[in-house]
């Protein structure tokens, strides 16, 4: 299967308009499109009720996961059910499967690196934080012990691992993801983990348990010779 993934558009009408020409080709290119979540900037029904037009006419089946910035305005729930709706299949704790392969996603949620995980200890608000972060890790557990399938390929916003985070600036790292999930990935094993927010990053990393991680945030697959808005992984 040819997955063309991407993720953060933070859809306006200006920014789409960069992308809609070589976005045409991916129904050419692709079998299937993933959207790691960001698809808009401030989580409005208005902003993904245009992005669904522009998206609808790629005519190419899609899976998306959720970002932070889908959840800016409260209307996530609205968001998930017109992406539904127009026959987007979105991860939210759940799997799904297609020609032989799995899909596991979720947004997921921060909390740091290695050693520097953030840990239940102290303030009530810490503990909050930390066990926001553990649900969510818990909701991709469960989409994970749903499949069967022989290849799994997990899809969230926040990364897995500190490697595709490198380039933005180090005080940001632990909002940039989690280690705890690629503990989890590791767990279950996948062929492939698909994740964007870290518009800096890096493409490419590997969790402990070799399980290879793709940063496929739109501001870096723009930046590579030649520019194109997504980027094809043959599983
Ligand atoms: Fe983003
Ligand atoms: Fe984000």
Known sequence: MRIAATADLHYSPQSY????????????????????????????????????????????????????????????????????????????????????????????FVGGFGRGVLTAFGEKEVKAFVQASIDETMKLERALSMLRTEKIVIVTHYSPVVETVRGEPTEIWPYLGSSRLAEVIDRHGAVAAIHGHAHHGQPEGKTTGGVPVHNVALSLLMAQQPPKPYRVLEI
């Open 17 to 108: 308009d960069k992308i809609r020409e070589p976005f045409t080709r991916v129904r050419d290119e692709a079998d299937v499109l993933v959207i790691a979540g960001d698809l808009t900037n401030y989580g409005k029904a208005e902003e993904m009720h245009s992005l669904l037009n522009a998206l609808v006419r790629l005519r190419i089946p899609i899976i998306a996961v959720l970002g932070n910035h889908d959840y800016e305005s409260g209307q996530e729930q609205e968001l998930i059910k017109m992406m539904t709706t127009e026959g987007i299949k979105v991860l939210d704790g759940s799997s799904y499967e297609r020609d032989g392969i799995g899909f596991a996603g979720t947004k997921v």
